[in-house]
């Protein structure tokens, strides 16, 4: 604003986050806002259906890795992204501001994230305890049942809140083992790209996570039949776009999860249930006097 | 050894028959649609005959449902939710479960005869394993009405309503045990399909809710087609959706809920692996292979469809397998000897030897054994078809028949490769004498059910469901009953 200015701002380049790096789409795209602080425009990348697949590639070559990790480490490992984003809760909040969230509320956001973070940094050595079961059957076998990862999540995220959406649908599916491509909430979505640095500053593996920027509109029938996709998570996705979406899922059944109406905020948005949600259960029939 | 090992006995001994005694059994020559608590006929007054598949012989004449009738179950059962079903106190309602499951013991050896004359499965398996089971099931959640804040921690499980459950006609009364008991001690009421070629059971099973007094509509059966199942599903009055059947079924199905916004458990096909290490014992992996494959005909979504061999025992095993299967009796269902009865159907029997002349033409070596087969009814042999590649359509695709295909590997990454390289994931058989090895290997599978050192063992307790294109939910167990509780979870969470 003022010409005394002693330097001049460095801006960010807003890029995806596929498989533990940092592209600009290939397709050589943009979306621009119009920060709402004033301080000028934003660029953000619009995603392509290639984008997409390379991070399907991504977050499939990280599924071995991420779904055999002790859950003590997957514990450790959600905990410290809690941690980095704790200490960049300013760079958030200003992020959310600008996009037209009120000050408070922006902070008040960023930190029920960093809250469900810890939530769910907590339920990775212990959700199976919830979600498994030992079952006495009526033969000599000892039987037990046991959730294991679906695999590949793909998920819209919610529109608003834009960080606690990302949150509280990515964290579920990570915390059991699962990696995810997510899509970004189109019009809030700078603190997805920054949440993407602070994963990556996390010990989180690349490819567990893998954010995109883009438009719904291009990207849902991409993620709806991708083969190598095992399951959907669609929040506040529009009825006939969802239903197309459900369609195509069923080609390979994939286990599609719709969150519309959410109030993000509220705390039983938390819980076991939705990790169970992106889980498969595995009954084990162990041999016991033979 | 030099000689080769063989399980014939001495030439002159032969089985005498031993037919299980009909005239206990009580059937009608026609039944209806039991709806709203009574039996009525079909609206268009369609009827469709039921055959023996043994002897071809009609059995009895049942009502065809149509989009009318189904109309009506489904407004019976949503009368019933309403004003009784959801409103009793749930250790009432638990009673009357374990009333069903306790009139079905009762009435075991009627519905085991009943079982193998409709179905063609022989009457050791329905008498030792379909009737017993279904009772048990039953009498498993019907102790859970009671308990549902026990076991879902946290959320208040609600039941959800009127569920419309469509079930296959490989194991009739057992699929309908495994549908209705969870889904009536949650709270909801029921209208359910069974299969075509075998509605004998389950309308036995509607007389015997009759007797016991189960208020009017909460449970109605509608008999029918496919088209009568497509009915059920598109229904908009439906809660809850649960299918047992085909892969290519259950993904219209998916189809068609899309958007609804109706919860729905799919179990549908299967191509499980029967991984035998080269430390197994032997016999006893012999043994779990047969029933693995040939139990009920193989008509079973679970069944240990494909063998996986160590190729250091590759040969002692298929010698001794050979010669077991080449013990087996097939032939009428209702002979106490029987160990492979009838395939179902004239429609299924053409399309389990259409996969035998594939894999045939797929350059396989095709070996049939056991007994001859009756001259007439509907019979196929145990098959073996060696010499296959994991691309061929017998490996990939579900026969549903007594016929097994056999690969060997040599390392445990080959085996978990050949094992998870199908579009299924329903179960899966380990055989190793380390228990060890047993963890290694079922860690591996993408299966829901991994049975070790067994195959083909099922328990009301014991969740049963499958990964990847073999469905999803699941049915038996706490898990199980969850699929029939609205866990605060879906829209609007």
Known sequence: ?290 | MATKSTLAFEPGWQYDPAPESTDHVSLRDSYGLFIDGEFTPAASGKTFETINPATQAPIANVAQAGSEDVDRAVAAARKAYDTVWSKMKPAERGKYVFRIARAIAERAREFAVVESMDGGKPIRESRDIDIPLASAHFFYYAGWADKLDYAFPGVSPKSLGVAGQVIPWNFPLLMAAWKLAPALAAGNTVVLKPAETTPLTALKLAELIADVGLPPGVVNIVTGAGDTGANLVRHPDLDKFAFTGSTAVGRDIMRTLAGTGTPYTLELGGKAANIVLEDAALDQAVEGIVNGIFFNQGHVCCAGSRLLVSEAVAEPLLERLRARIDTLIVGDPLDKNTDIGAINSEAQLARINEYIDIGRAEGADVWQGGSEAPKSGYYCRPTLITDVAQSNRVVQEEIFGPVLTVQTFRTFDEAREKANNTPYGLSGGVWTDKGSRIFKMTGALRAGVVWANTFNKFDPTSPFGGYKESGMGREGGLHGLGAYLDLGMGAGA
């Open chain 1, 1 to 290: 604003m003022s010409g005394e200015r002693a330097r001049l701002d460095v801006a960010k380049t807003y890029k995806l986050y596929i498989g533990g790096k940092f592209p600009r789409t290939e397709s050589g795209r943009y979306v621009s806002f119009e920060r709402g602080d004033g301080a000028g425009a934003v660029n953000v990348c619009r995603a392509s259906r290639k984008d997409f697949r390379n991070a399907v590639v991504a977050a499939r070559s990280a599924v071995a890795g991420w779904s055999a990790a002790s859950a003590y480490l997957r514990g450790q490992i959600i905990y410290r992204i809690a941690e980095m984003l704790e200490g960049r809760a300013a760079q958030f909040a200003s992020e959310l501001h600008a996009e037209g969230v009120a000050e408070a509320a922006a902070m008040a956001q960023v930190e029920a994230s960093v809250d469900r973070l810890i939530h769910y940094a907590g339920w990775a050595d212990k959700y199976m305890q919830i979600l498994s079961s030992v079952n006495p059957v009526a033969s000599s076998h000892f039987n037990f049942s046991l959730p294991e990862p679906t695999g590949v999540v793909a998920c819209v995220l919610p529109e608003r809140p834009g960080l606690l959406g990302l949150v509280s649908v990515v964290l579920p599916a990570i915390v059991g083992g699962n990696t995810v491509v997510a899509l970004a909430s189109e019009s809030h979505p700078l603190s997805a790209v920054s949440f993407a640095e602070v994963l990556h500053a996390s010990d989180v593996p690349g490819g567990v996570v893998n954010l995109l920027t883009g438009q719904r509109d291009e990207l849902l029938s991409h993620m709806a039949g991708h083969m190598d996709v095992n399951a959907l998570a669609l929040c506040g996705v529009a009825a006939d776009a969802a239903t197309e979406a459900e369609k195509a899922a069923a080609e390979n059944f994939k286990r599609v999860r719709r969150f519309d109406d959410v109030d993000w905020s509220a705390d039983r948005t938390a819980s076991p249930w939705h990790i169970d949600a992106f889980q498969e259960i595995k009954t084990t029939w162990h041999p016991v006097a033979n």
